[in-house]
């Protein structure tokens, strides 16, 4: 069965740096689309990046940009994201999500994707 589990999240302060790791199995060999989103209370699930596991094709949405970095393992079966200069208002769960319909590159669309983790939190205190 297809499993995704995130793991990194804390509470940390404004400017601090994080990385959320996500570990995929049940996948199969093939290739992935694989995204992060994040909700914060009261909010839409926002995207934040999204990634091709086999070709490491990413894209991330504009309020990351310059500040996250999203990657793979593929050995690890693994995705990241590597979070730096952290704002209060990245403050949210963070969800780590994959769809075996590839189709060409990603989108940062939740229904893309038909597999989710149960999400990690992340707190940024000021």
């Known amino acids: 069965q297809a499993q995704l589990v995130e793991s990194g999240g804390d509470l940390v302060q404004a400017g601090d740096s994080l990385r959320l790791s996500c570990t995929a199995s049940?996948?199969?060999?093939?290739?992935?689309?694989m995204a992060w989103f994040r909700q914060a209370p009261g909010k839409e699930r926002e995207g934040v990046g999204c990634l091709r596991r086999i070709s490491g094709f990413t894209s991330l949405t504009d309020s990351v940009k310059g500040r996250f970095t999203i990657s793979r393992d593929l050995a690890k079966n693994a995705l990241y994201l590597q979070m730096k200069s952290l704002k209060t208002e990245d403050t949210a769960m963070y969800y780590c999500?994959?769809?075996?319909?590839?189709?060409?590159?990603?989108?940062?669309?939740?229904?893309?994707?038909?597999?989710w983790g149960q999400g990690t939190q992340v707190t940024v205190s000021s």
């Open positions: 999500a994959a769809t075996t319909s590839v189709g060409l590159g990603c989108r940062l669309r939740p229904d893309d994707y038909d597999h």
């Open positions: 049940g996948f199969g060999a093939g290739d992935l689309k």
